[in-house]
T-cell receptor, first 115, second 114 residues
């Protein structure tokens, strides 16, 4: 099946710094990438949807200036958490679409801890 | 707005038991429903996908059923093993190929004791 990777898998940063998370589709062209956030013992919540070459669409309540999403190629999307705060600490998961079919291909996730 | 609920939130069983995980959703206008497995600190692994026109899907020791009219799905795990310990998530897709409409439950954390 399709493979989606994320980097880094874990990151710890100081409050106020920016963190970039990469999501790559390894064996197919991902026309659409989705970014989710998951707090402990809670559901995955969709943050934004990005199509290659266009601006991301953010879900209600998600600050687009704080969570910058770039989808410049068919195999790479990045999520940058700007001026991170402790409440941004969470598990961030991407999903890539474009491989065909209905099965959802998720990345392995990135654990962000903001001190 | 679609809401997905999973019961129980946590479950602990001895090895070898058969068990059922429950998922309910409020809006029956779904395209498909999918069950995922999530290991601690890891991403999601797709287990079974049921189209809205189907009533069940089977893969090995796993069987998922769907009753769209009542807004329910169950995941049956036969002869559970310690390696089955994980969080199981169900997700409902409202439209074809659109993860924007993908709504997740909060999961059932399963522990299978050796």
């Amino acid at each position: 099946g399709a493979v989606v990777s994320q980097h880094p898998s874990r990151v710890i940063c100081k409050s106020g710094t920016s963190v970039k998370i990469e999501c790559r589709s390894l064996d197919f062209q991902a026309t659409t990438m989705f970014w989710y956030r998951q707090f402990p013992k809670q559901s995955l919540m969709l943050m934004a949807t990005s199509n290659e070459g266009s601006k991301a669409t953010y879900e209600q309540g998600v600050e687009k200036d704080k969570f910058l999403i770039n989808h410049a190629s068919l195999t790479l999307s990045t999520l940058t958490v700007t001026s991170a705060h402790p409440e941004d600490s969470s598990f961030y998961i991407c999903r890539a679409s474009g491989g065909g079919g209905d099965t959802q291909y998720f990345g392995p996730g990135t654990r962000l801890t903001v001190l | 707005k679609q809401e997905v609920t999973q019961i129980p939130a946590a479950l602990s069983v001895p090895e070898g038991e058969n068990l059922v995980l429950n998922c309910s959703f409020t809006d029956s206008a779904i395209y498909n429903l999918q069950w995922f497995r999530q290991d601690p600190g890891k991403g999601l692994t797709s287990l079974l996908l049921i189209q809205s026109s189907q009533r069940e899907q089977t893969s090995g020791r796993l069987n998922a059923s769907l009753d769209k009219s009542s807004g329910r799905s169950t995941l049956y795990i036969a002869a559970s093993q310690p390696g089955d310990s994980a969080t199981y998530l169900c997700a409902v897709n409202r439209a074809s190929g659109s993860a924007r409409q993908l709504t997740f439950g909060s999961g059932t954390q399963l522990t299978v004791l050796p």
